[in-house]
């Protein structure tokens, strides 16, 4: 029986591992995906306070070996439901099940899709949802980014370095991103810009070769040529498994201050969170009180049974 599981090994759950860890506490780190969570994506990260700046994946390698080193478990799963019975979790996966005596839910977000046609089936075949994790693939090839904010920013300016063309196209006539990435965008030379596109299709037998998009005023059809295109449009929830345990608003997990959910001995932590500033910053702080909190749960549970 482990005193904590965490589901999903961002910064969040890393965090909460690393704390736990260091109270002595046994803890296992579920994770579907790649440890590090989402901001292994950012090619480059400079409001992580102690680093001016830092890669995404360095960061996240970091907190990773730090969990390891403290003796957190690890398991690469996809979780599917929590359940609670008698005090104990019982937390499925797709390939088994654990228990445990509390849960944090540090599950982050899953990447927004444009749903636009052969989106799905060129998926890894030039489609892409992260320019960091795909983008040296196409080192030399010309590549398109679609989106209007930060992320969609540094992907085209990282991939400008390794590819001849880089088209970014967004949806409405400005960006959303940050001035300074705005700036050096508009200040390099191989990167052109296609404002008031909708995406309609992706082309391609076996793999990518063009883009379709309508202009969102003309209604004019533009087809633009690349081997790549990067998809960075945000993100949304995906929280629906963990309902009845948790009460959701606009998809994310609502807690209080503890990041205490409905259910006593679970917490979410992160960007599942229903909160308005979802940062690596603010993910480590929900990680921290999220442990915490366990932490009491489980002190209160044994004081219980003392009793
Ligand atoms: C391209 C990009 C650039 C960014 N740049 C910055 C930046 O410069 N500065 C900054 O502060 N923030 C930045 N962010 C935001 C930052 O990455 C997030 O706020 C932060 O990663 C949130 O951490 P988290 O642990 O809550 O969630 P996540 O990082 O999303 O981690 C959640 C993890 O849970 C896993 N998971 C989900 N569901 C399951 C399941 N059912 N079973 C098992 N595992 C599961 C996921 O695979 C994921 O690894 C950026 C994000 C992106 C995408």
């Known amino acids: 029986m482990l005193d904590i599981i965490v589901i999903g090994g961002g910064p969040a759950g890393l965090t909460s591992a690393i704390y736990a860890r260091r109270a002595g506490l046994s803890v296992l780190v579920i994770e579907k995906e790649h440890f590090g969570g989402q901001i292994s994506d950012s090619p480059k990260v400079s409001n992580y306070p102690g680093f001016k700046t830092i890669s995404g994946l360095e960061l996240s390698n970091n907190m990773f070996d730090q969990a390891m080193e403290l003796g957190a478990e690890f398991e690469m799963d996809t979780v599917t439901s929590i359940s609670k019975e008698n005090d104990v979790f019982t937390v499925k996966t797709e390939y088994g ?50 989106g209007d904010a930060n992320s969609a920013l540094q992907y085209a300016l990282m991939l400008s370095s390794i590819c001849p063309n880089v088209t970014i196209c967004t949806l409405f006539d400005k960006f959303f991103a940050e001035d300074m990435l705005v700036q050096a965008l508009v200040a390099t030379p191989n990167i052109e810009i296609v404002h008031n596109v909708s995406a309609i299709s992706f082309n391609g037998e076996t793999k990518l070769e063009t883009v379709t998009f309508e202009h969102t005023v003309t209604k004019e059809i ?86």
């Open 222 to 307: 533009i087809t633009v040529c690349g081997d790549a295109a990067f998809i960075a449009i945000g993100q949304v929830p995906d929280n629906e498994k963990y309902v009845p345990y948790v009460n959701l608003e606009k998809g994310f997990i609502t807690t209080d201050g503890d990041m205490a959910t409905m259910t006593p001995g679970l917490f979410a932590a992160g960007d599942c969170r229903y909160k308005k500033v979802k940062q690596v910053a603010t993910a480590i702080n929900d990680g921290a009180i999220a442990e915490q909190s366990a932490q009491n749960y489980l002190i209160s549970l044994k004081n219980r049974s003392n009793s």
């Open 97 to 146: 099940q654990f228990q445990s005596l509390s849960v944090i839910i540090a599950a982050g977000v899953k990447h927004r899709k444009l749903n636009a046609m052969n989106e799905d089936r060129l998926l890894g075949k030039g489609v892409s949802y992260c320019a960091v994790c795909d983008g040296d693939f196409y080192r030399g090839k010309n590549t398109i980014v679609i």
